[in-house]
């Protein structure tokens, strides 16, 4: 009896063992899938944004326009990357969680046929000592039941061997997979944000490059032309005459022209004055 109380404490660690992996691996799936879905709604979300100020940038002044199309390609490069990041998540770490169901179902079933033959072991023991109490002297039945006890214990003892033996691959593969599934869910984070913190950068660079004041040239120059087509005239000393508005905008323009002339080819003298530094 002392034998089946033992293998009874080993069976009850591997089943809490198999009850805990069922509980929180359900549990970890769940939360894993979830995050998942929403890196993808977040995706969608980020992809209705791109769209919006495409359609933006349309209507707005010539820099300002450059400079939201700029800015939208970026954001939508990041949703690239995204789209990877909930790939490889669902490959690497969602789905490997999903076949644990099938295999605590598998270890479910070895407890369930390991306590089929327990109980099956305590019925003949307690029917051996049941002969011994009320016919001790009968040895014919007393040797039979101590026949079926024997077999009984061993099945126990094998089906106990079949199941340690299960349940330690069972929790061996487990602390492997997790192991291998938070490095895989930390990897592909990483690779996510290390690709979308060089693109922002380039992002901000660009935002920080735009120039308020010349779209607000191009808009006072448009609408004093405007104005200047109509029968209303501005009060004497408010504004400056449409000519030299004009003139105004012509010059900033040509300035315009003149940086940007200047700053392609400070870039190429540049790139020629470091040639190791261009193909680095």
């Known amino acids: 009896m002392n034998?089946?109380?033992?293998?009874?404490?080993?069976?009850?660690v591997m089943e809490a063992t198999v009850a805990n992996a069922d509980k929180y691996l359900g549990q970890l799936c769940s939360l894993l899938a979830a995050y998942t879905r929403k890196t993808?709604?977040?995706?969608d979300k980020a992809d209705q944004l791109v769209k919006w100020l495409i359609g933006f940038a349309?209507?707005?002044?010539?820099e300002l326009r450059a400079t939201l199309r700029d800015f939208a390609e970026d954001l939508a490069k990041i949703q690239d990357y995204r789209q990877a990041q909930v790939e490889r998540l669902e490959a690497k770490v969602v789905n490997p969680l999903k076949l644990y169901g099938a295999q605590i179902k598998q270890s479910r079933?070895?407890?369930?046929?390991?306590?089929?033959?327990?109980?099956?072991?305590?019925k003949q023991l307690e029917k051996l000592e049941?002969?011994?109490?009320?016919?001790?002297?009968?040895?014919?039945?007393?040797?039979?039941?101590?026949?079926?006890?024997?077999?009984?214990?061993?099945?126990a003892s094998r089906t106990t061997q079949q199941l340690q033996e299960a349940v330690d691959g069972f929790q061996r593969q487990k602390l492997r997979d997790l192991q291998k599934m938070f490095l895989d869910f930390v990897t592909v984070e990483m690779v996510f944000h290390a690709k979308a913190?060089?693109?922002?950068?380039?992002?901000?660079?660009?935002?920080?490059?735009?120039?308020?004041?010349?779209?607000?040239?191009?808009f006072r120059a448009k609408m004093w032309a405007a104005?200047?087509?109509?029968?209303?005239?501005?009060?004497?000393?408010?504004?400056?005459?449409?000519?030299?508005?004009?003139?105004?905008?012509?010059?900033?323009?040509a300035l315009t022209r003149s940086e940007r002339e200047e700053a392609v080819a400070g870039e190429a003298d540049s790139a020629e004055d470091s040639p190791e530094e261009g193909r680095g």
């Not at 349309?58 to 010539?62: I, L």
């Not at 079933?109 to 305590?122: L, Q, W």
């Not at 009320?134 to 099945?155: F, H, L, M, T």
């Open 109 to 122: 079933a070895e407890i369930k046929k390991f306590k089929r033959v327990r109980n099956h072991e305590i």
């Open 58 to 62: 349309n209507t707005e002044s010539p």
């Open 40 to 43: 993808a709604r977040l995706r």
């Open 3 to 12: 034998l089946v109380l033992s293998r009874d404490s080993q069976v009850r």
């Open 197 to 218: 913190v060089e693109v922002y950068s380039g992002a901000v660079h660009t935002l920080q490059s735009y120039d308020v004041e010349r779209d607000l040239e191009d």
């Open 130 to 155: 049941k002969l011994r109490q009320k016919s001790p002297s009968d040895r014919q039945k007393i040797s039979q039941a101590e026949s079926s006890v024997q077999r009984a214990s061993g099945d």
């Open 227 to 253: 104005y200047g087509h109509s029968d209303c005239r501005p009060l004497p000393g408010t504004a400056p005459s449409p000519s030299l508005l004009w003139s105004r905008a012509s010059q900033a323009q």
